[in-house]
């Protein structure tokens, strides 16, 4: 499975971006689909999933409320609207999928280039 994301970008703070991942060579609609995050200096960090119907979420505190997960099973992608954007949520997001609903890095096969999104104060 090959993925891309896209969509970041430069926002300032309390802004709104759209980051979507597209999946190509694999079936899409079997896998879990996550994103994470890694900020400057900082290690990788889980964000959110999504179960392969698109029933299920989990989200990470620092993002409920704002962030959103879902995806298009017919289209073979995946999608992370942020709202309210705060500077701290600043870094390279990354999609991933698995086979199995979890935060765990390591359970996730397949990996995308990431997307930089920079928010300013």
């Known amino acids: 499975v090959q993925l891309q994301a896209s969509g970041g970008g430069l926002v300032q703070a309390g802004g709104s971006l759209r980051l979507s991942c597209a999946a190509s060579g694999g079936t899409f609609s079997s896998y879990v689909m996550g994103w994470f995050r890694q900020a400057p200096g900082k290690d990788r960090e889980f964000v959110v999933r999504?179960?392969?119907?698109?029933?299920?979420?989990y989200y990470a505190n620092f993002v409920k409320g704002r962030f959103t997960i879902f995806r298009d099973n017919a289209k073979n992608m995946v999608y992370l609207e942020m709202n309210s954007l705060k500077p701290e949520d600043t870094a390279v997001y990354y999609c991933?999928?698995?086979?199995?609903?979890?935060?765990?890095?390591?359970?996730?096969?397949?990996w995308g280039q990431g997307t930089q999104v920079t928010v300013s104060s």
């Open positions: 991933a999928a698995g086979g199995i609903y979890t935060d765990a890095e390591r359970s996730y096969r397949y």
């Open positions: 999504i179960s392969p119907s698109g029933g299920n979420t």
